[in-house]
Structure formats: C-alpha cells, structure tokens
C-alpha cells in the first residue's frame, strides 16, 4: 500500500488544505453537544430569552459551518481520489502496454483486466475513505472523549474502558479479511477469463449446442466467486456487530451510572444530555472506523496485485551498444548463397538474419532448434509446416516479443535487441489470423492512430483487395466489436490493409489469407509484388499456393529446418513439401 500512496504525491497542496478544513469542520460540529449543555445548565434556568435565542443561533451557526466545512472537504477528497486513481490507472495500463509476452502470459490477460478495473476501484474507495472519514473519525473519537473528560471524568472512563477490547477485535478482523479479500481478487481473475472467452466464442459455443455445458462452467466459477465473497464478508461483517454491541454494553453502563450520579446531585441533566450525544459521535466514530479496515482489507489486497504489475522487471533489455554480424556464417546456410555473395561483393547488408536461433517457451520444449536464414531487402520468405512446428514463433522472435535463449536475430546487420521497442516496431506491418477490429469505423481500423491520408488508406485497401466492400460501405462504416458485421474473408482484407497502409519496411502475413478464396489470394499477392516491391515479406501459410511464388521457403517441423529453398527446390529435394504440395493442388509426386 505505500507504494500506492506515492501516487498521491502531486495532490499534498489539495489534501492538506481538504484536511484542514476537514478537521476545522470536526472541531466546530464537536461544540454543538457542548453549547447543548451550556443551554440546558446555565441558560435556560436564567429564563433570558435573549441569551437563548442567542446561543440557539450559535448553535445554528456551528452546524451551517460544519455542514459547509464537510461538504467543502469531500469533494475536495473526491477530486483527490479521481486523480490519484486515474493516475494510478495509467501508469498500470502503459506497464502493461509493455509487459513482454511472457510476462503477460505469467499473470494471465483476465487477471490484468481485473487489476486494472476492481482491483483500481477498490483502492480509489478506500483513498477517497481515507480523506473523508479517516480524519473526521479520529478526531470525532478523540474530541468526543476529551469534552466528557472534562465533562464527566467517571463517565468518560467507562468508555474508555471499552476502548482497547474494540482496537483488538478490528485488529483480529482486519489481518484475516486482507488475505481472504486476496483470494477474492484471484477467483475474479478466473470469472472474467471465463466470461471473457465465453462472450467471444459465443457462436462457436451455439453452434455445437454447449450452452447449457458452458452453463454450468459459468454455474461454478461464479459460485466460487460467490462463496469467497460469502467467506470474507462473513468475517468481516462479524466486526460491526461485536463492535458496536462492546459500544452498546459501555453505553448502558453509561446510562445507568448517569442516572446514579444524577439523582445523587453530582452530575447536571444537562451535562448527561450532552455526554449521551458524545456516546453516540464516539460510538458512531469507531463504526465508521472498522468500515475504514474493511475497506482498508480490500485496498491493501489490490495495491498488492497492482504492486505486482508495476513492479515487474523490464525482461526485453535494450543494448546499450549495438552490435552487428560479419555474416561470414551465412555462407554455409543452405539458400543463402546469393545473399552472403551480395554482401562480400556489393556491401549490400541483408534486410534479415536468423543466426543460428533456438528458442522454448516456458514449458521447456523446444520450439525453434538452429534456425538460420538471410534475406535481402524486397525479398520474400515463405514459412509452411504443421501446427505447432514454429511457424508463428519466428515472428515472435523476429518482431522481439520474446528473445532466443541461443543466437540472434539481425535486421539490417543490427542486433535487435539493441533497438528502442518504437524504433523496432515502426518497421513492421503485421496481420495475424486473428487480429483485433475495434469498435470503430473502417477507416480508423486502418489508420490504427497514425497519420495517414484517405488516399493512402485506398492505397492500401486496394492492394488488400478490400476496395469492393469498402467502397460500398465507405470509410466511416461503424465497426462491430471484433468485426462481427463482417465476414472471415473481409476481416483479413481490412487487417492486411492495416499492415500495408503505413509503408512498412517489412510485412509480415501470419496466416491472414487462409480466409481468402484461391483466387483473391492470387490477386492479393500479385498486388503486394507491384506496389510494395521493395517491402521485404514474410508469410507464413497453410496452404503452398500462398508461398510458391516466395524468395525462399523453409518448411518446419517440430521447430527444425527439413527443407529450405525455391517451390522448385522443395519439389525435387523436400518430401515432406511434395506431399503437401500433392494433397493440396493435386501436384504429381513424380
């Protein structure tokens, strides 16, 4: 929780002055019960109407001030609170933003929104509880206590008495619920994973009659939230009733040794009047109290999940020193003869380098074993194997969203690692199978934020062979959530114009065109040849009529190269190449 507090910073100027006012607020409205009693003990028995009226408008006056005074205070403790809290969520989203793969992938993409929505909300009640109530209260307790002192010394120690055995049972609460409200977070994480991957597969979902399985899924999950809700809000709902009966115990003691010392002429009416209004701020006081830890339970346990976030170390250093390949090792590569001789002959440095890459993901299994390759600059790489053979991971590792446990990857003779993750990224245009559309028009899903002109979003659409459906729907178009007014084909239209329409210096395909009819894919290819010829591509397919006409093709399996060369050269020396070649455009293994 301290390191959330340091979000609060650049508000000390607003919170001082709110607390000022808070507490001079408090002071005013501790006088009402006092000037109460001066006019039941002192003036009234005078039957001088003047002095009554008088002390009756001071009376009206401290409680316009202390209205006023409090009114003031909170909105001042709202403003800090908004603040502090948007502040808070910002940094927490640009942490995020960053997170490398795997880290986002350790805390889990549910987990993330949850701490970004609640586990933010519960904090921001807790800061604006702090300013309203945090300082109110204890002074209500402490004020309220010191009049009776004077007031009554005897009645005052009886409620003092009660005091230390209400400070324990909070204790007692308090560091039970923190862990419990922690558990709680956690099984939100696992409710909104669910509802999260029930919502985007809802027709999946349909159209093989699972609802009522997804049902009972949802049944449990949600029950689980429900009984960890139950269980800490059982041990903490037990505090304000054993709280406020230890109050209610001291009150009665109270009352009866009132009455005693009253009838004994000892104490004035008017002074047991006014202490029993003490009685209720100092009761009121340490219940609104014990709602400050149960709220404090909460927020300690989401600072802590937020404090996880932000706390996480960058994974993906930059070099401080860039550092670059004598491409020497090319030469023995299989398919990358001409660039190496391009480069010993020309100086022409190739556009991409995979030397000698191995990479696994956490599990330990490798992914990628010994992967090299070159490319020069326009040139196109094509990429085919099963599933799971490391097709995709290339283009993890070659866009950095993981680094290789052995070798390196180079773009333009340069380390990647030692590039500024903008720098890197601006190179790219990517379209995955899966993109996201965003609830938006056409035009600013392709425009993705940057500064392009309509005429280079046509550009791109056109190339994308998008142009006949947006043309008819237009650029202001209104997008549903995830595309869904579009079809399979259109999306992967839209998400390749998106890659094409800021001039990337390399375009990047992960199985975008798998929608595609064979034809459109044609057209599609043969487009991107003509107007982006300089773009050095790397597409990677299912299908071969999608890679055929590449540069060079590797072909995977099991995240190893068994083949590598021209369609040509994979006909003659790949078997594995002709086999699917043959299953797929009835091509003769012969």
């Not at 979000?7 to 000037?35: D, Q, S």
């Not at 940094?91 to 795997?102: G, N, R, V």
């Not at 937020?306 to 491409?327: A, C, G, S």
């Amino acid at each position: 929780m301290r390191q959330i507090m340091k979000f609060l910073r650049p508000y000390y100027r607003r919170m001082t002055v709110g607390l000022a006012i808070k507490i001079l607020a408090t002071i005013v409205e501790l006088l009402i019960p006092w000037a109460l009693s001066v006019m039941i003990d002192t003036v009234i028995p005078r039957n001088n109407v003047r002095d009554i009226i008088l002390w009756g408008l001071v009376m009206i006056l401290f409680a316009v001030m202390a209205m006023a005074g409090n009114v003031t205070a909170n909105r001042m403790a709202g403003l800090v609170a908004r603040n502090t809290t948007e502040r808070i969520r910002l940094q927490l989203y640009s942490k995020i933003s960053f997170l490398s793969s795997e880290q986002q992938e350790a805390f889990t993409l549910p987990s993330l929104i949850s701490r970004a929505t609640s586990d933010t909300y519960n904090v921001h009640q807790f800061l604006g509880m702090m300013q309203r109530l945090g300082v109110r209260q204890p002074i209500m307790l402490i004020g309220g206590l010191s009049v009776t002192l004077t007031m009554d010394p005897v009645l005052s120690l009886i409620m003092i008495g009660m005091l230390p055995f209400m400070v324990l049972f909070v204790y007692l609460f308090s560091s039970r619920g923190i862990p419990l409200y922690g558990r709680v977070q956690e099984a939100l994480d696992r409710f909104i994973r669910l509802v999260r991957e029930d919502t985007a597969g809802i027709r999946v979902i349909k159209a093989l009659s699972k609802t009522e399985t997804e049902r009972k899924k949802f049944s449990a999950v949600n029950e689980e939230v429900v009984q960890k809700e139950w269980k800490a809000g059982m041990v903490m709902g037990a505090m304000h009733p054993i709280v406020g009966f230890i109050l209610n115990l001291g009150m009665a003691f109270v009352i009866y040794a009132g009455a005693v010392r009253v009838n004994a002429g000892i104490a004035k009416p008017g002074v047991i009047i006014a202490f029993m209004s003490y009685v209720t701020i100092i009761l009121n006081s340490i219940l609104f109290m014990s709602r400050i830890f149960v709220q404090y339970s909460k927020a300690s346990a989401s600072a802590r999940r937020i404090t996880e976030v932000l706390n996480q170390p960058e994974d993906l250093l930059i070099m401080q020193k860039p550092v670059r390949t004598d491409f020497d090792n090319l030469r023995g590569t299989p398919g990358s003869e001409d660039v190496w001789r391009s480069w010993k002959e020309h100086g022409e440095i190739p556009h991409i380098v995979f030397d000698q890459v191995s990479f696994h993901y956490e599990d330990g299994e490798d992914s990628l074993t010994d992967i090299s390759f070159a490319l020069k600059h326009g040139q196109t790489l094509g990429v085919i194997g099963a599933t799971g053979s490391g097709k995709s991971t290339i283009i993890n590792l070659l866009m950095r969203y993981y680094d290789p446990q052995k070798g390196a990857v180079f773009i333009d003779g340069r380390d990647i690692r030692s590039y500024e993750g903008k720098d890197l990224k601006t190179m790219f245009g990517v379209a995955f199978q899966n993109d996201v559309i965003f609830h938006d028009t056409i035009r600013e899903n392709i425009r993705f934020g940057r500064n392009l002109s309509d005429e280079e979003l046509m550009k791109a659409v056109k190339a994308a062979q998008a142009e006949d459906f947006v043309r008819e729907r237009g650029l202001d178009f209104m997008l549903a959530i995830r595309g869904m007014n579009l079809s399979g084909g259109q999306k992967q239209r839209l998400l390749i114009a998106r890659a094409l329409a800021g001039s990337p210096r390399i375009l990047v395909l992960d199985d975008s065109s798998s929608a595609l009819d064979y034809a459109t894919d044609a057209r599609l290819r043969q487009a991107i040849h003509e107007g982006y010829s300089g773009v050095t591509t790397v597409i990677v397919a299912q299908r071969i009529s999608s890679i055929m006409q590449a540069d060079r093709i590797l072909v995977l399996e099991d995240g190893r190269v068994i083949g590598d060369g021209t369609h040509d050269e994979l006909m003659e020396n790949c078997e594995v190449y002709r086999e699917i070649s043959h299953t797929q455009m009835g091509v003769s293994q012969g």
